[in-house]
Every structure is written in structure tokens, then in C-alpha cells.
């Protein structure tokens, strides 16, 4: 029900956007979050959004970095990412909880694939 897509290599210090697209589920009564994990390492928040507010929290290490955004006409939601760094690189998921601003994993409810962000040169 969610589809995350975007990944790829990028640049140090490049941007991309990663997306995640609903199906079969309304997300103006959930918030979407998205999460990532690196090889050998916990899976860790990286952003939300209530999709109904447009309110949306990030992780301090990719804030003024990172911008969660929504399209409500096509059920989507996107991760901008910009000045990456080595430190982002890893699988990314988007998420959607039914609480708002949740920051746990354990607090959503549905579960996107992963899609992979390479940073190197």
C-alpha cells in the first residue's frame, strides 16, 4: 500500500528526492513518515508529516537538509534531499502511522519497501 521510489547514487553534496506512493489507503488521517537504515546499523527517523496538517519533524541531522513535502491530488509523499552527505546514505522506507507525529517505528501501522540512496563520488 506504500511504494517508495527514487533512490540511487548521488554526489557528495548532491540532492535527490525519493517518493512514496499510496494505494489503498487514505492518508489524511495518517502521518507519513520516513525512515532509513544503514548496513550494521539500527533503523533510525529520519521525517514526518501529518498528511492532513502539512506539519512536519525531522531528525536534527538532516534538518535544513531534508524536506518532507505531500501532493494530496496524487497521494504522494516526498523526501527532498539535499547537501548529502556519506552519513545518509542507506535504505530508505516511508511509513504510515495513524498518531500523530510519531517518531517510533514501532507507532506505523503500514510499510513501504525500501529504495537505496548510494552516496559516493
Known amino acids: 500500500q506504500l511504494q517508495a521510489s527514487g533512490g540511487g547514487l548521488v554526489q557528495p553534496g548532491g540532492s535527490t528526492r525519493l517518493s512514496c506512493a499510496a494505494s489503498?489507503?487514505?492518508?489524511?488521517?495518517?502521518?507519513v513518515g520516513w525512515f532509513r537504515q544503514a548496513p550494521g546499523k539500527e533503523r533510525e527517523f529520519v521525517g514526518s508529516i501529518s498528511y492532513r496538517d502539512g506539519f512536519t519533524k525531522y531528525r536534527d541531522s538532516v534538518k535544513g537538509r531534508f524536506t518532507i513535502s505531500r501532493d494530496k491530488a496524487k497521494s504522494m509523499v516526498y523526501l527532498e534531499m539535499n547537501t548529502v552527505g556519506p552519513e545518509d546514505a542507506a535504505v530508505y522506507y516511508c511509513?504510515?502511522?495513524?498518531?500523530?507525529?510519531?517518531?517510533?517505528?514501532?507507532?506505523?501501522?503500514?510499510w513501504g519497501q525500501g529504495t537505496q540512496v548510494t552516496v559516493s563520488s
Open positions: 511509513a504510515a502511522s495513524p498518531l500523530s507525529r510519531p517518531q517510533d517505528g514501532r507507532e506505523y501501522e503500514y
Open positions: 489503498g489507503v487514505i492518508l489524511d488521517d495518517y502521518s
